[in-house]
């Protein structure tokens, strides 16, 4: 699959570093999807050094890269580059910290941007 690139957008829910490589949990539109960012896959050195520093959680990204599998067998996507199209001005509360460090957020917005059953129970009354 490396011959066929992919182009992704979605909000970053975690990060997390393991030796040289950064995984990125991308969530959008109800699915998830891990990226697996190394230095070897970007197009420039550059675009390796921003993503890992400028990307935070909560951050809007798009992402091109190729689709693969990690060892063990979940869909990822190699990125060969990230932007940042939206920002996350606010750090989003962690979804499994609950409800006693959240200050100054509205409830409705924290349960929707966090727990996609709910996003998808607003979603299906609408309609």
């Not at 606010?90 to 409800?99: D, F, N, Q």
Request: aromatic fraction near 8%.
């Amino acid at each position: 699959m490396e011959d066929t690139e992919v182009t992704i957008a979605g909000r970053v829910m975690s990060l997390r570093k393991q030796g040289k490589l950064w995984f990125y949990d991308v969530h959008g539109e109800g699915s998830k999807v891990q990226v697996m960012l190394s230095k070897d896959n970007m197009r420039e050195e550059d675009d390796f050094g921003r993503a890992t520093s400028t990307v935070k959680r909560g951050d809007i990204v798009g992402i091109w890269g190729n689709p693969g599998k990690s060892k063990r067998g979940e869909l990822s996507i190699f990125p060969t580059a990230i932007q940042i199209l939206s920002p996350c001005l606010r750090t989003l509360p962690k979804s499994h910290t609950g409800l006693k460090n959240i200050v100054r957020i509205d409830f409705e917005i924290f349960f929707l941007l966090t727990f996609w059953s709910n996003r998808k129970l607003v979603s299906d009354r609408d309609t």
